[in-house]
């Protein structure tokens, strides 16, 4: 929007109205989509921060208490571990982009 909208304050009766061109309007409406778009934009954005961080607080416990034997792997392997809590964490967020 390259100049706010010039609105005139009318009354009618005894009920005020607010009047402004067509192209004001036009012009208007697309600022309020665009405001739209970004908020949406930011909730995914925040989601994804979120799953991040969740993620990131899983990866310090295991740091911190290590893990046990698992799948396939002969011994306290924490690679596996905070591979394990990546994996998992690519599948919340295929499934929360999906």
Known sequence: MSRPPKAHAV???ETDI?????????????ARRQAGAQASR???LRLQ??????????IEE?????????????QDCLGC???????ASHVQRDRADG
């Open 11 to 13: 009354r009618v009766g």
């Open 18 to 30: 607010v009047v402004m061109g067509l192209d004001e309007y036009e012009s208007l409406l697309g």
């Open 42 to 44: 930011i909730k995914v």
């Open 49 to 58: 921060l979120d799953q991040a961080q969740a993620c990131l607080a899983a």
């Open 62 to 74: 295991l740091v911190r208490a290590g893990h046990t034997v698992g799948d396939g792997c002969a």
């Open 81 to 87: 571990a905070v591979t394990a809590a990546l994996s």
